[in-house]
C-alpha cells in the first residue's frame, strides 16, 4: 500500500503471544478447546450465521478471554446491533463512503503502533470537520468500515486499539451533529458490539463548548469505558503519559516524521477486503441475512 500503509494479517510476534497468554488466558491447549466448544455452539444456535473456522472464531474468543459462552453472547450482541442499526449499516460497503474518506481528513490511523503496539485511531471532530460533507451518521459508518478492517489484524486482536479524539477549533455545527442519536449509537457499538479491544480514549483540545457535548456522552458510558478515558486539553506533556512520544508523530508533540498520510492514504487498505466485508455484512441474526 501507498507510504508503507497497509493491514497487518502477520502472526503474531513472539512478544504478543506472551502478551495474549498473560491478559487473554490464550494457550494452544486453550485454543483449540474454545474453538472447537464455540463452534459447537455456534451449530446449536439456529438464529445466528457467522463463519465458523478458527482464524474467524478468534476474532470474538479474543475480547472474551477464551470463554465461548461469552464469545458466542458477544456474537448475539453483534446480531442485534447490526439489526437495531440496519438503517445506516446494511449492505455498507466502502465505495459508499468513498468521499468521506478520500475527501476529508475526520478519521485517520497512526502508520505506528503505540509503545504497546496498539492501533492509534485519529478522530479530529473539531474545526477540520465539515458537517456539511461528512454528516455524523457517515462519521459512524467510517468507523464501522474502518473496524472491519481491525478486526483481521492479529495483532490489533491482542494488543487493542487507542483513540484520540482531537476537538480542536470546534464549534456549535459540530456540536449538533455529535447529538443524542449519535452518541447512543457510538456508545452502544463501542461497549456492547464492537469485537476490538478498545484500551484507552484520549480527549485533547477540548474547547469550552465541548461539555455539551460531553454532557449528552456522560450518563451513557459504563464505568469500565470511564476508567479508559482521560481529558487533556492542550498538555501533550499530559497524553504523553499514556503514549510514548517516541511513537508519535510531531502533530502530537512525538518525535516521528509530521504526518503526511490521511484516510484517503487508508482508503486502499480498506479496499482490498471487500469479499470480507461483503461477508461480515451477511452475518448476524439468521431472518436478516443479505442475500449473496
Not at 110 to 126: A, E, F, P, S, T
Amino acid at each position: 500500500m501507498s507510504k508503507g500503509l497497509r493491514i497487518e494479517t502477520d502472526p503474531l510476534r513472539p512478544e504478543t503471544m506472551k502478551i495474549a497468554e498473560e491478559q487473554l488466558r490464550e494457550t494452544p491447549e486453550r485454543v483449540k478447546e474454545a474453538t472447537e466448544k464455540l463452534r459447537e455452539l455456534l451449530h446449536a444456535d439456529r438464529t445466528i450465521h457467522y463463519r465458523d473456522d478458527d482464524e474467524f472464531l478468534l476474532i470474538f474468543l479474543r475480547p472474551c478471554k477464551f470463554y465461548p459462552e461469552s464469545a458466542l453472547e458477544f456474537m448475539r450482541r453483534i446480531a442485534e446491533f447490526k439489526k437495531n442499526n440496519s438503517d445506516i449499516l446494511a449492505n455498507l460497503m466502502p465505495e459508499d463512503e468513498r468521499d468521506a474518506f478520500v475527501g476529508n481528513d475526520v478519521v485517520n490511523i497512526l502508520k505506528d503502533r503505540d509503545q504497546k503496539g496498539r492501533r492509534v485511531l485519529i478522530v479530529n471532530v473539531g474545526g477540520i470537520w465539515d458537517t456539511k460533507r461528512v454528516s455524523a451518521d457517515q462519521l459512524f459508518r467510517v468507523f464501522y468500515l474502518i473496524h472491519e478492517a481491525a478486526i483481521l489484524e492479529p495483532e490489533t486482536q491482542v494488543n487493542g486499539v487507542v483513540v484520540i479524539m482531537n476537538f480542536d477549533g470546534m464549534g456549535m455545527k459540530q456540536v449538533k451533529e455529535l447529538g443524542p442519536t449519535f452518541s447512543r449509537r457510538l456508545l452502544s457499538f463501542i461497549q456492547d458490539a464492537m469485537p476490538v479491544r478498545l484500551k484507552e480514549v484520549h480527549f485533547i483540545n477540548e474547547p469550552w463548548i465541548f461539555n455539551m457535548v460531553w454532557q449528552l456522552f456522560k450518563p451513557l458510558v459504563r464505568t469500565k469505558l470511564r476508567g479508559r478515558m482521560f481529558f487533556h486539553k492542550a498538555n501533550m506533556t499530559s497524553l504523553h503519559k499514556h503514549l510514548d512520544p517516541k511513537f508519535l508523530p510531531t502533530n502530537y508533540g512525538g518525535e516521528l516524521p509530521e504526518m503526511n498520510y490521511t484516510s484517503a492514504d487508508w482508503f486502499p487498505c480498506v479496499e482490498i477486503y471487500l469479499d470480507h466485508i461483503q461477508k461480515w455484512n451477511s452475518y448476524g441474526f439468521v431472518n436478516n441475512q443479505v442475500k449473496q
